[in-house]
Nanobody
């Protein structure tokens, strides 16, 4: 059974930091491109950051220089380090794994940026 379990969300003040984690099980994690998406209320889900099996990364323009994606294949976990958080970063953050036509999603973790 495949599971992607996100954690690390919460309430943070503007300018603060959070580190999200997504632990995978039931897949050969190292094969997968792992991606963080987010969905704010009333908006479409958008790509935040992605990392390939070869550790190549890419980011949405809105988060470049503030967010950093990384992976630990031994722990089957992908991370999203978020610095300089802004109110507009408030959303549910989802983890996604993709390989060879297989796509899996986590249940999401809420991030709220507010004073």
């Amino acid at each position: 059974q495949v599971q992607l379990v996100e954690s690390g969300g919460g309430l943070v003040q503007p300018g603060g930091s959070l580190r999200l984690s997504c632990a995978a099980s039931g897949i050969i994690f190292s094969f997968y491109r792992m991606t963080w998406y987010r969905q704010a209320p009333g908006k479409q889900r958008e790509l935040v950051a992605t990392i390939t099996s070869a550790d190549s990364t890419d980011y949405a323009n809105s988060v470049k220089s503030r967010f950093s994606i990384s992976r630990d294949n031994v722990k089957s976990t992908v991370y999203l380090q978020m610095n300089g958080l802004r109110p507009e970063d408030t959303a549910i953050y989802y983890c996604n794994g993709k390989w060879n036509g297989l796509i899996y999603w986590g249940q999401g973790t809420q991030v709220t940026v507010s004073s």
